[in-house]
């Protein structure tokens, strides 16, 4: 049985536990319209995507190039361009390619974010301040996921575009993005899937089986190279989406996930302000 706290974190992360394996085709439908909805709403007419090689970016860039298909065939102007934004190179190279060839993006624009990473952190010095190699690690690596985001606002800038998140579900509950980088976007059309429904959409779309299946990294940090999620998290993608569904979990899994979920309230959060002074009656 789920508790209180289970289903109170389900709800606030809009956790949709209707899809189930046969309900893909809708489920596609359903968020593909939500793209062309919220598209021709802003009044822009391209949409922007970083693609990583996984299988988020993957399923993002696909429904993202159905919807503008769609809309060109309605007799507007919209398209999908498509981003690759390595930092030098990146050791699964060969899945961002199939990646993209799964897509199929009307445009591809490459930008390699080294040389803005690299000069950033060179200037970055505080008097005093000595941090440990792991601190410099990490900080380098919320700079690279910042860097990919400042990249594609800057072509989503060029060309009227909206920027869009691949965030979902299990990674919201685990604060698993990084703030003001790839948790930055315009529209976030994965929002509210487990990591196994968002692997069924891969499937139902067509997407070669080892990228649907291939095991998540954020790749940032270089102190350890493709470390992966579930290795960072000290749970697997099972667990965290079991929980999300309101299924039973150990008390080891159900405290690790909630004090992640606690700790990573303020990236879900709009900033801090200040309370404003009551008005008189």
Not at 54 to 71: F, I, K, N, T
Not at 76 to 102: G, K, N, T, V
Not at 128 to 147: C, E, I, M, Y
Not at 242 to 265: C, K
Request: hydrophobic share 40%; proline share 5%.
């Amino acid at each position: 049985m789920s508790n209180s706290t289970q289903e109170r974190i389900a709800r606030e992360l809009g956790i949709d536990r209707q899809l189930v394996p046969g309900g893909e085709p809708a489920e596609i439908a359903r968020r593909v319209a939500f793209i062309q909805q919220v598209l021709g709403a802003s009044g822009c007419h391209s949409l922007v995507l970083g693609i990583s090689g996984g299988v988020d970016s993957l399923v993002a860039g696909r429904l993202c190039q159905l919807a503008v298909e769609q809309l060109r065939e309605a007799g507007h102007d919209a398209r999908f361009i498509a981003m690759r934004l390595p930092y030098r190179s990146q050791a699964d190279e060969r899945d961002a390619q199939a990646s993209l060839a799964f897509i199929h993006p009307d445009s591809i624009s490459t930008c390699n974010i080294a040389d803005c990473v690299d000069g950033l952190m060179h200037q970055v010095q505080v008097d005093g301040l000595q941090p440990s190699p792991a601190l410099t690690d990490f900080a380098k690596g919320n700079v690279k996921a910042r860097a990919r985001m400042l990249a594609q606002y800057a072509i989503a800038n060029l060309s009227n575009g909206l920027v869009v998140g691949t965030d979902h579900g299990a990674e919201a509950l685990m604060g698993f993005f990084t703030k003001y980088g790839d948790g930055a976007c315009d529209l976030a059309p994965l929002s509210g899937l487990t990591k196994t429904q968002v692997r069924l959409l891969a499937g139902a779309l067509g997407a070669p089986g080892h990228l649907v299946h291939k095991a998540p990294t954020a790749d940032l940090e270089e102190l350890a190279p493709g470390k992966l999620d579930e290795d960072a998290y000290g749970c697997s993608y099972e667990e965290i989406d079991a929980y999300l569904m309101g299924q039973p979990v150990i008390d080891r899994v159900r405290q690790l996930i909630e004090n992640a979920y606690r700790r990573s309230a303020h990236k879900r959060a709009l900033p801090c302000t200040p309370t404003p002074h009551a008005r008189p009656l």
